[in-house]
C-alpha cells in the first residue's frame, strides 16, 4: 500500500474542477464582503477610517473598498491572481498593523484579541501567497 498518496475521496475534492474557485472564494470573502458593505454605506467607511486616524478619511476609505474589491475579484477571475494577492496581502499587513497593534497595549482582553486577530492576519497573507504559487504553477503546466 503506497502510504505517500492521498486517500481517494481528497484526490476526488482536489481533482474537482470547482475546488480551485470555492478555495479562492473562502480566502477572499471577508475582503468581497467587506469591500460592497463599504460600498453600501461610503459615510461608515469614512468613520472607520478617521477612528483608525487615517488622513483624509474618504480617500482611505476609497482606495480600501477598490482594493477590497478590486483584489478579489482578480483572485477569483483566477487572472493576474498575483496581482490581487499583492494588493490584498499589502492591505492585510498595513490593516494588522493599524487596526491589531497588540505591542503597544498594555496586558488584558484587548491585547489579547489584538495579538489573535494580528497573527491570523499573517495567516491570511500566507493564504494569499499560497494562491498565487497555486496560480502560477497552474499556469506554467498549461
Known amino acids: 500500500m503506497d502510504t505517500t498518496r492521498d ?3 481528497v484526490d476526488a475534492i482536489l481533482n ?14 471577508a475582503y468581497l464582503v467587506g469591500g460592497l458593505v463599504k460600498l453600501a454605506d461610503f459615510s461608515s467607511a469614512v468613520a472607520e477610517q478617521a477612528h483608525f486616524g487615517m488622513s483624509p478619511p474618504a480617500l482611505w476609505a476609497a482606495l480600501t473598498i477598490a482594493v477590497e474589491l478590486v483584489g478579489s475579484l482578480l ?8 496581482l490581487g ?6 492591505f ?4 494588522a498593523i493599524t487596526a491589531n497593534a497588540f505591542w503597544s497595549m498594555p496586558a488584558g ?6 495579538t489573535n486577530a494580528f497573527f491570523e492576519h499573517l495567516g491570511l497573507i500566507g493564504g494569499f501567497v499560497m ?6 504553477l497552474e499556469h506554467r503546466r498549461v
Open 7 to 9: 486517500p481517494r475521496f
Open 16 to 29: 474537482w474542477r470547482p475546488t480551485w474557485f470555492l478555495a479562492r472564494l473562502a480566502l477572499v470573502c
Open 75 to 82: 483572485i477569483l477571475s483566477g487572472r493576474l491572481v498575483w
Open 85 to 90: 494577492a499583492g494588493m490584498l496581502g499589502v
Open 92 to 95: 492585510t499587513i498595513l490593516a
Open 109 to 114: 482582553p484587548e491585547r489579547f484579541a489584538a
Open 131 to 136: 494562491a498565487a504559487l497555486v496560480a502560477e
